[in-house]
């Protein structure tokens, strides 16, 4: 078991039960810990069975996470598959004792006869309530009858469901907030994130917006700007509204005029993923669905009545307020579909499931929406939920990004979980900061301009990504240069002059911000020693601060230099006490050659 992680009752208790079941499926809520259930239940299995075990994850981002938690936090062989990866690393995944994969991908390896399905001993399926109908869940666990050790692990269990499933994978058993051991980690609420992933058509309009938008310049690139938010995070129709609409937008976008009336593009993409959130949330008393534009706003609305669901619309200006907060207040009503008009002007303390459409990027409305909604309350049931919806792999990513960013920034925490930050960024276009990086190390100004992006919104996802470790940088007379820290050899040729420490006698002081230890080293011959000794008694610090104090004559000059991100190799420190002699070295005037 990885340092620190301490399993809780009822994950012991979940697993044990599951092992001696052979076959079972455990039914938690969300934020409980199922991952580490799974992995219990993986070290916990009979030799024979351990041998190869696969575990199926219904999304890309869900297989690099499992794969990566079994891998670091339990010690586990585990290794991630799926078809996104390059084909060197699927093969080399194949060899893994726990495969961690898609049930696409896996579908697809047996039928080429590339993967045997014999070879497999245990079964781990998450999200198991996906295990019925035509799902690539069911045809994976066809291929798999022989095996007896199975594990299914779900935050709900439909009822309708249950009998196939149970059928799948084995019987069912779940525990609940109401649960003894589970009571005392109830937390106030819980962040989350759904993607709503663009289809091939609606992916070929966005493609060619960003085009477009990337030749333009002045009020067209700002219309064709907006035109990319409202396709990404409202949905086609309100593009097409405002294309008709707008004279100049329709000029503008008259290249993709049949792509924009294609009948292949669903008039609101996010629609599949709030009809799974409703679903797997099913046991919400009132849940609150914000939508920016009215256009998307009605059509939801719509369909969520003819879904049985009993809704009412906030639409600021098209009804009197108090009737419509009479409504929504009305206990009959489950969904309230509200446009911004609802951030301000309600307090619906009794919801308990916000669901955001569309997403911001402004902080103070994040905290409107999820603060006016999402108070604490006294309850013996769950916690309350947000929930987000995303579209990968544009701008409305960024929103998002920028707003939990900025939140977090200002004090407060969305309570949306590391690892997802960290799939958001793979998602969001600023994963071109990294992209940029990896080919050369750029001032904050270059890469800026590089990206489109004003300074202001850079700076924070720069934070972020040193933060993580993913983005270093060194001082230079014109400000930071960033890099990527295992690529900081790139720096030796363009950014010489600041990597080269002078001739003449320094003190260098390395305090390693972990464990607050001083290595101090006088001569400078003897400084690869005083490197050596910072990583003999820590492997990785969190951030360092370098002090340089430099003689010229009788005088002494003293420079401090603070490094806020990971120091995490023997090269990577050498590089920044290298930059905080040199320009210790700068600001006294010293030439460096």
Request: proline share 6%; net charge positive; aromatic share 8%.
């Amino acid at each position: 078991m990885g340092s620190g992680l301490r399993p809780r009752a009822y994950q012991l208790e979940a697993a044990r039960w599951a092992l001696s079941r052979r076959r079972a499926t455990v039914c938690m809520p969300t934020g409980t810990g199922k991952t580490l259930v799974a992995g219990l239940w993986i070290r916990g299995l009979p030799r024979g069975a351990s041998e190869r075990v696969l575990v199926l994850e219904p999304t890309r981002f869900l297989v690099e996470q499992v794969a990566r938690f079994f891998r670091e936090r339990m010690g586990l062989d585990a290794a991630p598959l799926h078809g996104s990866l390059p084909r060197v690393l699927r093969e080399r995944a194949q060899r893994a004792r726990i495969i961690v994969a898609t049930p696409e991908i896996v579908v697809h390896l047996f039928k080429e006869g590339r993967v045997d399905p014999a070879s497999f001993s245990a079964l781990v399926v998450d999200e198991c309530h996906h295990t019925t109908g035509k799902d690539a869940y069911v045809e994976a666990v066809k291929h798999l009858g022989h095996i007896e050790y199975r594990l299914g692990l779900s935050a709900f269990i439909p009822r309708s469901r249950a009998s196939q499933i149970e059928g799948w994978i084995g019987d069912i058993r779940c525990w609940g907030w109401d649960h003894p051991n589970l009571r005392p980690y109830i937390p106030e609420w819980i962040g989350e994130v759904y993607e709503a992933p663009l289809n091939p058509v609606e992916e070929r309009l966005y493609k060619g917006l960003e085009k477009l938008w990337e030749q333009a310049n002045g009020t067209s690139r700002m219309l064709l700007g907006m035109a990319l938010r409202w396709m990404a995070r409202d949905g086609v129709d309100a593009l097409r509204e405002s294309v008709s609409n707008s004279h100049r937008l329709r000029e503008l976008v008259e290249p993709l005029g049949e792509l924009v009336w294609s009948p292949s593009i669903r008039p609101a993409h996010k629609w599949d993923s709030l009809e799974r959130i409703l679903e797997d949330h099913d046991l919400f008393t009132k849940a609150i669905v914000f939508i920016d534009r009215i256009v998307i706003a009605m059509r939801i609305a719509q369909l969520l009545s003819s879904r049985g669901f009993e809704t009412t619309l906030l639409l600021g200006r098209r009804k009197a307020p108090k009737q419509s907060l009479d409504q929504a207040r009305d206990p009959r009503t489950r969904v309230i579909v509200s446009t911004s008009a609802g951030e301000e002007g309600i307090d619906l303390p009794e919801a308990d499931l916000l669901i955001v459409w569309s997403n911001t990027a402004s902080p103070l409305r994040l905290v409107q929406r999820v603060g006016r909604l999402l108070r604490a309350r006294d309850v013996r049931g769950g916690p309350k939920w947000a929930v987000f919806i995303v579209t990968p792999e544009t701008v409305d990513v960024d929103s998002l990004l920028d707003g939990v960013v900025a939140a977090r920034a200002a004090g407060i925490d969305m309570s949306i979980d590391e690892e997802t930050i960290s799939h958001l960024l793979e998602l969001s276009r600023k994963r071109r900061i990294l992209e940029i990086l990896e080919r050369e190390p750029l001032p904050e100004e270059v890469l800026a301009r590089a990206l489109s992006t004003p300074i202001a919104k850079l700076k924070p996802h720069l934070r972020w990504l040193q933060s993580h470790g993913m983005v270093s940088y060194i001082y230079t007379p014109f400000g930071r240069v960033y890099f990527i820290p295992d690529r900081a050899w790139l720096l030796r040729s363009k950014y010489s002059a600041f990597l080269t420490p002078p001739q003449s006698p320094q003190e260098i002081t390395v305090v390693c911000k972990d464990s607050g230890n001083l290595f101090r080293k006088a001569p400078s011959h003897m400084l690869e020693r005083l490197i050596d000794r910072v990583f003999k008694k820590r492997r990785q610090c969190s951030g360092v601060k370098i002090s340089v104090m430099t003689w010229r004559g009788p005088s002494v000059f003293l420079k401090n230099f603070s490094y806020e991100f990971p120091v995490g190799s023997l090269e990577l420190l050498r590089v920044l006490v290298d930059n905080a002699r040199a320009m210790a070295a700068v600001s006294l005037g010293v030439t460096v050659k």
